[in-house]
């Protein structure tokens, strides 16, 4: 590759030994593992051997590690973001953060949102919400217009995609912002298909709140999502799901009311999986020292060349084609791809695929661009020709 940053980035392959075993193009869904991981977990089991219950004075501050190497790569405040396991788990801290009044009961969001997600909101409605969807025609893009009139004066949350999982189409989450506070909503951004690909500043877009992971572009595995709260509104909410260590004083064991910490720690529930941020720990470094717009400037130009042989193939292609729309994945579908995408993984040619949209391709920074006419050269191989 003539680029020299798109070629400095291959230096860090040597971090991801797994890469010389496949052709890793599922970064989307699972980062690769970096070798260190195994490292940073074996510290942890470690520290679990020889300290025993005294080994939480290093596990616990892992918590406060993780959320400022995150913080660095979302352009977060420090103190404004916190770990939780997963997204879901987040969203349903965060949802219960809210009470709906006749007058302010609307939830806004896109008919593309990710599953568990929209289910948790949905699921709102029981406490009296009334969720809004608004629909995607095309099933790729969402009119930013359209998401705008939904949102008015009567809308309290506005839980949306940075990034849609099923078609990588970006959102303009500024605009939506813009509107949100112009009715005194709040934008929820789910940013687990950007971190990592697509750089993210939460400050600059306006967004109330912003969560994600790490098992994906951030090649940090299960089990270490975040949230990130802006600073003047993390006093402002008290989540009904909670827990000891949302507490002021958790050491304290105080009964019977909840007495919330002044700081993102109220958004923490029960005892953190702390093993899961020692394991992540190697991915959002390695990401952090790279920065996130070098990562995206060698993104846009392997995906236009996977989207190049998508055309060639004559297969159809349900991403974005503009750069400045399109995430870090490129979708793709024909008569037969989920087979396809079975056997292209049995064969070490990682990729995944969603009902209704084909197979998922996410190159990354490791990535070599001849791995991308090996991929396509083995996808032809395991289609045998087959037409359209
Ligand atoms: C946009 C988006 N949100 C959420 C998730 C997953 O959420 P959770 O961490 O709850 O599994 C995914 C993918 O796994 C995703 O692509």
């Known amino acids: 590759m ?30 690769c593992v970096p070798a260190q ?7 942890f089991a470690e520290l679990w051997r020889t300290k025993s219950i005294t080994a939480w004075s290093e596990w616990l501050p892992e918590v406060d590690r993780a959320a400022a190497r995150i913080a660095k790569i979302i352009s977060a405040p ?40 929209s289910y948790i909101w949905h699921a709102e409605e029981r406490r009296g919400a009334k969720c809004v969807l608004v629909p995607s025609p095309d099933k790729i893009t969402i009119d930013t217009d359209a998401i705008c009139a939904a949102i008015d004066e009567h809308t309290l949350v506005v839980p949306i995609s940075h990034v849609v999982f099923s078609s990588a189409y970006i959102q303009d989450a500024k605009k939506i912002c813009e509107r949100a506070k112009s009715v005194g909503a709040h934008v929820v951004l789910d940013c687990y298909q950007s971190i990592g690909t697509v750089p993210l500043d939460v400050v600059e877009l306006g967004v109330s709140f ?30 009904r799901v909670t827990g000891w260590f949302g507490n002021e004083a958790p050491f304290a064991f105080t009964m019977p009311d909840q007495s919330y910490a002044e700081t993102v720690w109220r958004y923490m529930g029960g005892t953190p999986a702390v093993a899961s941020l020692y394991q992540a720990r190697a991915g959002h470094t390695i990401i952090g020292e790279i920065g996130v717009r070098k990562i995206r400037e060698k993104s846009l130009v392997m ?69 991308i006419d090996l991929f396509f050269s083995e996808l032809k191989k395991v289609r045998g020709g087959a037409g359209r």
């Not at 991981?37 to 510290?43: R, Y």
């Not at 965060?94 to 709906?100: G, I, R, V």
């Open 78 to 117: 420090e103190g404004t973001v916190i770990m939780n396991q997963n997204v879901s788990t987040l969203t349903s801290v965060l949802a219960s953060c809210f009470d709906y009044t006749p007058e302010r009961n609307k939830i806004v969001f896109e008919a593309l949102q990710f599953p568990s997600v």
């Open 2 to 31: 003539a680029d020299p940053i798109a070629e400095s980035l291959l230096e860090y392959r040597k971090h991801f030994p797994a890469l010389e075993e496949c052709v890793h193009f599922v970064s989307h869904s699972l980062g």
């Open 37 to 43: 991981a195994a490292d940073d977990l074996a510290e």
């Open 210 to 239: 912003a969560i994600g992971g790490s098992i994906k572009y951030l090649c940090g595995g299960p089990g270490a999502a975040w949230l990130y709260v802006r600073k003047d509104l993390i006093e402002q909410f008290a989540p």
């Open 303 to 371: 995906t236009q060349t996977c989207i190049d042989w998508i055309d060639e193939l004559g297969f159809k292609l349900n991403s974005p084609r503009s750069a400045e729309s399109r995430g870090g994945s490129v979708v793709f579908d024909f008569v037969g791809s989920a087979d396809v995408c079975r056997e292209l993984n049995r064969r070490k040619f990682y990729c995944d695929h969603r009902p209704a949209a084909g197979i998922r391709i996410a190159p990354h920074f490791y990535t070599k661009p001849e791995e």
